[in-house]
């Protein structure tokens, strides 16, 4: 599970979207810029993996929006990722190269 998710772009730019905070599925496909079909399947995967849920957003209206909710299995692989990631800028004999490749995965 954890190879397939290190192994989409996609799937960890929505996990790092979600560990900022609980957001909906419009404003995810506007910041992150991706097709619906796109989203849904990465959502979906993290879904049945449990990086994120899905939670009520609480309002003052009757109207109750669906909000995706990093875990803490989310923030937990994405805090482990972005250690990683400091580590390869770190490493002298790996250099930039490697970290800005790293850092597309979630920009």
């Known amino acids: 599970?954890?190879?397939?998710?290190?192994?989409?772009?996609?799937y960890l730019r929505v996990l790092h979207?979600?560990?900022?905070?609980?957001?909906?599925?419009?404003r995810l496909q506007e910041?992150?810029?991706?097709?619906p079909p796109q989203l849904h399947r990465a959502l979906k995967f993290l879904l049945e993996g449990?990086?994120?849920r899905l939670a009520v957003?609480?309002?003052e209206t009757r109207y109750k929006p669906l909000m995706y909710v990093?875990?803490?299995r989310g923030e937990a692989m994405w805090?482990?990722?972005?250690?990683?990631?400091?580590?390869?800028?770190?490493r002298p004999?790996?250099?930039?190269?490697?970290?800005?490749?790293?850092?597309?995965?979630?920009?």
């Open 31 to 35: 910041e992150l810029e991706l097709h």
């Open 70 to 72: 990093a875990t803490r």
């Open 93 to 107: 004999e790996l250099g930039p190269k490697d970290f800005r490749d790293l850092q597309s995965c979630w920009y």
């Open 50 to 52: 449990g990086y994120v």
């Open 79 to 90: 805090s482990e990722f972005m250690k990683f990631a400091t580590s390869v800028r770190r």
């Open 17 to 26: 979207a979600i560990t900022r905070g609980p957001t909906r599925f419009f």
């Open 1 to 10: 599970m954890m190879t397939a998710l290190l192994a989409h772009k996609d």
């Open 57 to 59: 957003a609480d309002t």
